[in-house]
């Protein structure tokens, strides 16, 4: 669990976030929905981060690039469902990513 949870601070340090945000937007500066993002990005990235750590993130549909951002954190370290343990992603139907918290075994 320990390689778990420092793989887990890597993807979601500061600076990994930062350069995950750089490579999401390129390209899409044109977008409202980037541009709302790019005006309050510490902002945002923080509140991505805390999310991400606690375990309450979702991906909100009027945020396009938070999508796009969280993608590319996850395809630049490599994550895989195995990797993150018990922080499963799922890509749905509609092809948005989701965080799945892990079910609860019965009977413990």
């Known amino acids: 669990m320990a390689k778990t949870d420092s793989l887990w601070l890597q993807l979601t340090a500061p600076e990994n976030l930062w350069l995950a945000y750089i490579k999401a937007r ?3 500066s ?3 929905d ?22 309450d993130y ?6 396009g690039l938070r ?3 969280f993608s590319e954190i996850v395809i630049s370290k490599g994550m895989t ?3 993150v343990g018990s922080r499963r992603f799922v890509e749905q139907q509609t092809g948005e990513l989701a965080f799945r918290q892990p079910e609860q075994e019965h009977g413990k």
């Open 26 to 28: 390129k390209g899409k």
């Open 30 to 32: 044109h977008r409202p």
């Open 34 to 55: 980037v541009a709302q993002f790019s005006m309050q990005v510490e902002m945002e990235l923080f509140d991505l981060r805390e999310a991400l750590l606690s375990g």
């Open 58 to 63: 979702r991906p909100a549909d009027s945020y």
């Open 67 to 69: 999508k796009a951002l």
């Open 81 to 83: 469902e195995q990797a």
